[in-house]
């Protein structure tokens, strides 16, 4: 079946960085727009970045644009997240997704078919 697995999460202090990383298992991960998402208490689950089939395109949410990457390694069936200059704000919980359909790269829960289990990222200032 398929498995989206994130790992890396963590608590940190504002200024500090960490690497989310998501392990995909039972599909065919190198063909897949894959995305991250987060979701704070009391809050909606938001549109982090999102990075194409080939990782040759990446598209990401304004709050963190220059601050987090997203890079993928398809022969390791693996997505990443680094996120530097981390704020109190980014804590969450992140969420990998995978995109089944070929389509453009969206920001938007609905395009996404598979999720992971969420990986706990909590910013202390």
């Known amino acids: 079946q398929v498995q989206l697995v994130e790992s890396g999460g963590g608590l940190v202090q504002a200024g500090g960085s960490l690497r989310l990383s998501c392990a995909a298992s039972?599909?065919?991960?190198?063909?897949?727009?894959m995305a991250w998402f987060r979701q704070a208490p009391g809050k909606e689950r938001e549109f982090v970045a999102a990075?194409?089939?080939?990782?040759?395109?990446?598209y990401y949410a304004d709050s963190v644009k220059g601050r987090f990457t997203t890079s993928r390694d398809n022969a390791q069936n693996t997505v990443y997240l680094q996120m530097n200059s981390l704020k109190p704000e980014d804590t969450a919980v992140y969420y990998c997704?995978?995109?089944?359909?070929?389509?453009?790269?969206?920001?938007?829960?609905?395009?996404?078919?598979?999720w992971g289990q969420g990986a706990q990222v909590t910013v202390s200032s």
């Open positions: 039972g599909l065919t991960f190198s063909s897949l727009n």
């Open positions: 990075i194409s089939w080939s990782g040759g395109g990446t």
């Open positions: 997704a995978a995109d089944t359909t070929i389509a453009r790269l969206s920001r938007l829960v609905g395009a996404y078919d598979y």
